[in-house]
């Protein structure tokens, strides 16, 4: 008879899968049947959309007035040159949450990413190109770099800056590629469980980790509503998957421990299938299961105290209970 259940097997294996610097795998498992994608979805969507990161959100060049203008020298027009501009990432370092830099360059030189850093910001693409300045060439800049959330357009921003400046599109998200997966796991000989893993690739400004981490503290902020009115508990009958070594090792099944066959089928047919089963009896219970003898008791004994325990041992209350509920889903 399958067993009813008053509340779902929370998970409680998390690992992360570090592939580069900035890519990783967080892996989390065992969810009931369908929970993994209810986690998993709105997740994505927090790691996309509300991730924290840095972007230019307008630039004064000097004797230049708009994006189509030309610097003399200068290989690209300005187009060109803001185009390039969005494609280096930064990271304003310290607590700022909004800087002022200005730059000034002279040909002839290739202006690079790595350029643009310096004690105020970080480029976290260095290599990204910029510029082709010949030898007549000057450019002077002024950029304004800010910290936040999402895509902010032009025109938004535009009604917030100085007139000299060329307002700019805002892409702030560090988060470049969000997916995941659900994997079907086996737990206690049921393979209908699911693992999630989650692949998290980011620009640099952040590490995946973080970027997950940023993504659960929205998710918490978002829910924490609720909690004004009404007072939300973690409810005390939630399973949960053991981690200790001793109870793994109590958990099991007879058959780890190497018994004859008539030992075995004792216990089989008693309906015994752990080994902390035998740990919880009594000396006398088990003498008293079913056509079990002496030889074979004596065998079971023995076995078992190769696994560290003896008939009777008294378990930690945390150890004894988490076992106990084990026996009984099985």
């Given at each position: 008879m399958k067993k009813i259940k008053t509340a779902p097997l929370a998970p409680s294996e998390f690992e992360v899968e570090q592939i580069s610097d900035n890519e990783a795998n967080i892996i989390a498992h065992p969810f009931e049947a369908g929970y993994a994608v209810s986690l998993a979805h709105p997740l994505?969507?927090?790691?996309?959309?509300?991730?924290?990161?840095?972007?230019?959100?307008?630039?004064?060049?000097?004797?230049?007035?708009?994006?189509?203008?030309?610097?003399?020298?200068?290989?690209?027009?300005?187009?060109?040159?803001?185009?390039?501009?969005?494609?280096?990432?930064?990271?304003?370092?310290?607590?700022?949450?909004?800087?002022?830099?200005?730059?000034?360059?002279?040909?002839?030189?290739?202006?690079?990413?790595?350029?643009?850093?310096?004690?105020?910001?970080?480029?976290?693409?260095?290599?990204?190109?910029?510029?082709?300045?010949?030898?007549?060439?000057?450019?002077?800049?002024?950029?304004?770099?800010?910290?936040?959330?999402?895509?902010?357009?032009?025109?938004?921003?535009?009604?917030?800056?100085?007139?000299?400046?060329?307002?700019?599109?805002?892409?702030?998200?560090?988060?470049k590629s969000a997916t995941y997966k659900i994997e079907n796991i086996l737990v206690e000989d049921n393979p209908n469980f699911e693992k999630v893993v989650i692949n998290v690739k980011t620009d640099g400004q952040i590490t995946p980790v973080d970027a997950f981490r940023n993504s659960l503290e929205v998710m918490y902020a978002q829910l924490g509503v609720f909690n004004s009115e009404i007072s939300i508990k973690s409810p005390t009958t939630i399973e949960k998957v053991e981690e200790s070594p001793e109870l793994k090792k109590l958990t099991q099944t007879i058959d780890t421990l190497g018994l004859s066959a008539r030992s075995f089928n004792c216990l089989d047919r008693s309906d015994i299938k752990y080994i902390g089963e035998i740990v919880l009896m009594s000396t006398n219970d088990l003498k008293n299961v079913k056509n079990l003898g002496k030889k074979s008791y004596d065998e079971i004994v023995e076995k078992l105290s190769e696994y560290g325990f003896e008939v009777g041992s008294k378990l930690p209350d945390e150890v004894e209970n988490a076992l106990k509920k084990k026996i009984e889903a099985k």
């Open positions: 994505r969507r927090f790691l996309l959309s509300s991730s924290v990161g840095y972007a230019p959100i307008a630039i004064k060049i000097e004797n230049a007035k708009h994006e189509f203008d030309s610097i003399r020298g200068m290989l690209e027009d300005i187009s060109d040159f803001i185009l390039n501009l969005k494609e280096i990432r930064f990271k304003l370092l310290g607590d700022a949450t909004e800087a002022e830099v200005e730059y000034n360059f002279s040909g002839p030189c290739e202006i690079e990413g790595n350029d643009l850093s310096n004690d105020v910001v970080e480029v976290v693409t260095p290599d990204v190109h910029l510029a082709t300045l010949n030898e007549e060439a000057t450019l002077n800049f002024t950029l304004k770099i800010a910290k936040g959330i999402g895509y902010v357009q032009s025109e938004e921003i535009a009604t917030e800056i100085p007139e000299d400046y060329i307002a700019l599109d805002a892409y702030f998200t560090p988060v």
